[in-house]
């Protein structure tokens, strides 16, 4: 018999999202929630991380009934190589997308991308004297050939660490060594630990653990700091500027073209396209007032960042978008892209548009989008979309709600220029306790928990404890509708933030970027400890994933950890089928790395757990309340 479908009421926290779960029902629409339900109850062995489907003697469960596997491999065993894959395929997925940007910049250099160009020249020269490129009087494509290669030669074999630890603390890189942490090579770790988790391998789950951290950590200070910071250099590094967000932002008057997925090499044509006078011309010609495009999920958050476009939603907002019937086209790259998103389109007028050969949907128009033809292949896309609104049934179409304002861009360049050149006005605002300490509030959604209570909860709870918070990822879209995003917001912060971020007229809460640009957290934590003489790990900073689901969000969680930055999930991956694995990463890394992870589904339990933590540090720093 069929399960009833959960009270909407109970799903989300949105009326926008509400809105549309009703349209859905309405329409006969099936959503995310309803195949959670179908799904559940979750398979035991699977939850606790128990099955081994690594070989063909397999597959294996392993419980206290039968505690091996055909191999012998017991529950550590299998969790940590489990959890080992898991962490990999995060950090390969930014990483890949990392080499993506490096990939055109080599296209820009052998002049083969006529329509991208190096938009921060001093950020570009800024990173090749980070990594020993000499600059001085060289020409700019010069310099950018080298760090071209140089960032190229991070994913390979034959370097001792990736070249940006150049910006972590020498403690920090100290301690690598000594366990054997230190991130060589992005593709190396990766591919180590594909093999390391073959049967027969590595049969020692700290040990295995530990080439997670390094691998993590290769995307984190390696192929996620690539990709963004070559997206800066490309496509210029976000200032301060103001924006919409909700599925308000979707404009019943104009042709609307989502932009989904992560890599900021599509979705910034499309939006140069978009603009072109051709094209709005001939959406004018259809009876639309114009062209609107709009992000979901991170590369919405780029766009958002740097352009300024509304933002739509986050990742539980992704299939309830198209279901407004306003939808003329989504147009995807890779990561995060729901494959129900082309069965919701096909219910309406929505054209599916992906773009990437490593990321195709059965059903979609692809588009094999190459630097080269860039510009003509937007073009293409957005014909597409502006085409499509002829074919939109106006009586389908509901938009809930009014956009909310928000303010985004701060890059830590953006972040340094506000206060005057240098960190020294945060470090003492840290000092005098108005700004007591840090969380990083980073990721997603996941339907099984209520959509943004957390990401929304535990951001409220810290800033009121004077603790500044910065998002990234799915948790921007959160913040953005709570009101969070704007100056107005230091009525909800605590004494201290409010003072602070009143002088500077910013929100308690900054939008730091998509989840590759969780890369700017960590480094301005690095810069924090190198100013102040000390590791990350004695910082009063934390970070968390409150409502996290994928493999991205366990390699940031991890190598977050491994910087030193105590982390907090709201519900656990899935190693509790091992107590050696789960007391490692629960309490066992604090010896190795000066930080851990911790679980806790509420939010003012864990806005409590920070805020001990936090004492802690500045207690350890010599800092008083
Ligand atoms: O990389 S926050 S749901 S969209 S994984 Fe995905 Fe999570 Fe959103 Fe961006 Ni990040
Ligand atoms: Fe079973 Fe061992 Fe093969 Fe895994 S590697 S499936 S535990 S026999």
Request: aromatic share 4%.
């Amino acid at each position: 018999m069929a399960k009833e479908p959960r009270p909407i009421d109970e799903l989300t926290i949105w009326d926008d999202a509400k809105a549309m779960l009703k349209k859905a029902r309405r329409e006969g629409v099936e959503t995310v929630h309803d195949r959670l339900d179908q799904q559940t109850p979750h398979c035991k062995f699977c939850e606790l991380g128990t099955t081994c489907r690594n070989c063909t003697m397999g597959p294996c469960r392993v419980s206290e009934k039968r505690p091996r596997g055909v191999c012998g491999a017991d529950a550590d065993v299998i969790v940590a190589r489990n959890f080992g894959r898991f962490v990999t395929g995060g950090a390969a997925g930014h990483s890949d997308h990392g080499r993506d940007l490096i990939e055109v910049l080599e296209a820009i250099v052998e002049g083969e991308a006529p329509d991208y160009k190096i938009t921060d020249e001093g950020k570009l020269f800024r990173l090749a004297g980070e990594v020993g490129i000499e600059t001085e009087g060289r020409e700019l494509m010069a310099v950018a050939e080298d760090l071209m290669e140089c960032f190229f030669a991070d994913f390979g074999s034959r370097k001792k660490s990736v070249s940006l630890l150049s910006r972590v603390p020498e403690v920090r890189k100290e301690k690598w060594a000594k366990l054997g942490m230190t991130p060589r090579g992005v593709d190396r770790e990766i591919a180590e630990m594909m093999h390391r988790t073959h049967m027969g391998c590595d049969n020692d789950a700290p040990n295995t653990l530990i080439h997670a951290a390094r691998t993590a950590l290769a995307d984190g200070w390696g192929g996620s700091m690539i990709g963004t910071e070559l997206s800066d250099v490309i496509f210029g590094t976000p200032t301060p500027k103001m924006s919409t967000a909700n599925l308000a932002v979707i404009k019943e008057d104009k042709v609307n073209l989502l932009v989904h997925g992560h890599n900021p090499v599509v979705s910034e044509m499309i939006l140069a396209a978009a603009r072109e006078p051709e094209m709005v011309a001939r959406a004018k010609e259809l009876g639309a007032t114009g062209i609107n495009v709009a992000g979901l999920c991170c590369t919405g958050n780029e766009l958002l960042m740097r352009q300024g476009i509304p933002m739509a939603g986050n990742h539980l907002m992704t299939e309830l978008a198209i279901i407004t019937g306003a939808v003329e086209a989504v147009v995807v790259d890779y990561q995060c892209i729901m494959p129900s998103l082309v069965q919701i389109s096909g219910c309406y007028h929505t054209k599916f548009i992906d773009t990437a050969n490593k990321a195709r949907f059965t059903g979609a128009i692809h588009f094999d989008f190459q630097p080269r033809t860039a510009m003509k292949q937007a073009r293409e896309i957005v014909s597409i979309a502006i085409e499509a609104f002829a074919e939109r049934d106006a009586g389908r179409v509901e938009i809930p709600g009014e956009p909310i304002e928000i303010m985004t861009g701060f890059s830590n360049e953006a972040v340094i220029e506000a206060l005057g050149g240098t960190l020294d006005p945060l470090v003492k605002a840290i000092a005098d306790g108005d700004i007591r300490g840090a969380v990083g509030i980073v990721g997603c959604n996941n339907p099984k928990i209520k959509h943004d209570s957390l990401n929304v909860g535990l951001t409220k709870e810290l800033i009121k404890k004077d603790i500044l918070v910065i998002v990234t990822g799915c948790v921007t879209t959160a913040a953005g509708k709570a009101g969070l995003l704007v100056p107005e917001a230091i009525e909800m912060a605590g004494p201290g933030l409010k003072k602070i971020c009143g002088a500077l007229g910013i929100p308690p809460v900054l939008h730091y970027g998509s989840c590759v640009d969780n890369s700017r957290i960590i480094q301005l934590c690095a810069a924090l400890a190198n100013e102040l003489g000390v590791d990350i790990s004695d910082l009063p900073v934390g970070a968390s994933s409150p409502e996290w689901y994928s493999e991205k969000a366990a390699a940031i969680g991890l190598y977050a950890v491994a910087s030193g930055i105590y982390t907090h999930l709201g519900h656990p991956p899935n190693i509790l089928g091992s107590e050696t694995v789960t007391n490692l990463a629960v309490s066992g890394l604090e010896d190795l790395v000066g930080a851990s992870f911790f679980i806790e589904p509420d939010a003012v339990k864990t806005a409590e757990m920070f805020d001990e933590r936090i004492k802690a540090k500045r207690k350890g720093l010599g800092l008083s309340e």
